[in-house]
């Protein structure tokens, strides 16, 4: 019988959620005092307000304070994408040509490394001075985290409501990975919101998964992913492919071709810097002797080779919301394993990976992810932090979802239905 493709389920009433709001086993822990203010949908909705307001407010005194300075790197990344766009523009390609010539290294500044349609995209913002497509290119993006986070919590069963949304704007403000995408302008907040159309199922996790790749190639360990999912996701991707590689191609025929040079060189690169978080690189940091790095560098290919394997079986085999959300977490973490794709920004993409698992989780599990995004904040410090705390985030949010669902044999069971509500019985 061949697999149907995966479309959420909201069954019956469901009610808002929250970060703060006792799990459904709380193991006791819901009836202590000060917890069972908890249960108070007006006093969550309040403190995630006030999270969002406050951090907002803080982060956005020190961007504007940032902004001001020539060293600042306001935008850094996303200057790269404008000159490659004009560059594209003037000749056909957005290569340096130094780059058609040998190995690229995974840094430094006038090396646009990504496929020709972002630089296309981003064509009309040539004529815009450099602040003013900075700013709008932040904007852009903090919408597209939000949404990420917005999104991930509705596939997993959370109804639409003010709480809902403070929340993901709360989450969003917290998470310091977010603040260094949208200082430095490049691309993860995007990343993030396919990751989550990625852990809708059908023809969404098709646009999601081949859109990212398309926007930047480290992505493409999500499209495994779609293999376990059925015709309309593999359709969606091929179409999206199409679509996206056909217009450019007529558009820039040229830069495709420079492309196709400068993809192996990509590989060919190093990306031996102090500020990768790939486990090789850690332990090089922190002194590890040099059998160890090497034992780490083929352990992390390793496992990034059986995440992207076991990807599509767990989509397959398990049907509805943990599937697809666990299917997409192996995709995440294999991209993350990448020793060229290992960056503190990238981490965006963990966001909604932990929205998916957060209404679902034991208190348990919640207190682990909430250890493990702080972690990764005070990766800002010290990026080892951050390294373990990717690490315990990707692996708790997968035991979440694994637990959560069970395997099918060879037949289709009807989609899970997603957790209804995070908030404790009335």
């Given at each position: 019988m061949p697999i149907q493709p995966f479309t959420p389920a909201r069954p019956g009433p469901q009610r808002p959620v929250s970060l703060l709001?006792?799990?459904?086993?709380?193991?006791?822990?819901?009836?202590?005092?000060?917890?069972?203010?908890?249960?108070?949908?007006?006093?969550r909705l309040l403190i995630a307000t006030t999270i969002a307001l406050l951090g907002g407010l803080v982060l956005g005194a020190a961007m504007l304070r940032q902004a001001s300075q020539p060293g600042g790197q306001f935008g850094i990344d996303l200057a790269d994408y404008r000159l490659a766009a004009e560059r594209i523009a003037a000749t056909g390609s957005p290569y340096a040509p130094e780059m058609l010539l040998g190995p690229i290294d995974a840094q430094g500044q006038d090396r646009y490394r990504y496929p020709p349609p972002l630089a296309q995209v981003l064509i009309p913002t040539t004529a815009l001075a450099a602040e003013t497509a900075a700013s709008l290119w932040l904007v852009l993006q903090a919408?597209?985290?939000?949404?990420?986070?917005?999104?991930?919590?509705?596939?997993?069963?959370?109804?639409?409501?003010?709480?809902?949304?403070?929340?993901?704007?709360?989450?969003c403000v917290l998470f310091m990975p977010v603040f260094d995408t949208l200082w430095k302008g490049n691309v993860s907040g995007f990343v993030a919101l396919g990751v989550?159309?990625?852990?809708?199922g059908g023809a969404r996790a098709g646009i999601g998964a081949m859109g990212a790749t398309l926007l930047k190639v480290a992505p493409v360990t999500m499209?495994?992913?779609?293999?376990?999912?059925?015709r309309r996701a593999m359709?969606?991707?091929?179409?999206?492919?199409?679509?996206?590689?056909?217009?450019?191609?007529?558009?820039?025929p040229q830069a495709w071709a420079d492309y196709l040079v400068v993809l192996p060189n990509l590989l060919a690169g190093s990306s031996d810097h102090a500020t990768n978080l790939a486990p090789a690189a850690t332990l090089a940091r922190l002194g590890a002797p040099a059998a160890?790095?090497?034992?780490?560098?083929l352990a992390a290919g390793a496992v990034a080779v059986a995440c992207t394997?076991?990807?599509?079986?767990?989509?397959?085999?398990?049907?509805?919301?943990?599937?697809?959300?666990?299917?997409?977490?192996?995709?995440?973490?294999?991209?993350?394993?990448?020793p060229a794709a290992c960056w503190y920004h990238y981490l965006v993409a963990l966001l909604p990976v932990a929205a998916l698992a957060w209404p679902v989780a034991s208190i348990r599990a919640r207190v682990a992810l909430?250890?493990?995004?702080?972690?990764?904040?005070?990766?800002?410090?010290?990026?080892?932090?951050?390294?373990?705390?990717?690490?315990?985030?990707?692996?708790?949010?997968?035991?979440?979802?694994?637990?959560?669902?069970?395997?099918?044999?060879?037949?289709?069971?009807?989609?899970m239905a997603p957790h209804a509500s995070i908030a404790p019985a009335a």
């Open positions: 709001a006792p799990a459904p086993v709380s193991l006791g822990i819901a009836g202590l005092p000060g917890v069972r203010t908890l249960h108070s949908p007006a006093f919408i597209a985290t939000i949404t990420a986070v917005w999104l991930a919590l509705g596939v997993a069963g959370v109804r639409r409501h003010a709480e809902r949304a403070a929340w993901s704007v709360a989450g989550t159309f990625a852990a809708m499209l495994p992913v779609l293999l376990g999912g059925g359709g969606a991707a091929g179409l999206t492919a199409a679509i996206g590689v056909g217009l450019s191609v007529l558009l820039a160890m790095v090497d034992v780490a560098r394997l076991a990807a599509p079986l767990v989509a397959w085999r398990r049907q509805g919301v943990p599937g697809w959300a666990a299917a997409t977490t192996l995709g995440v973490a294999a991209m993350l394993l990448l909430l250890v493990a995004a702080a972690l990764i904040t005070a990766g800002v410090a010290a990026l080892a932090s951050a390294t373990i705390g990717a690490t315990l985030l990707v692996m708790v949010a997968l035991r979440v979802h694994l637990r959560a669902g069970a395997p099918t044999a060879r037949t289709v069971r009807p989609p």
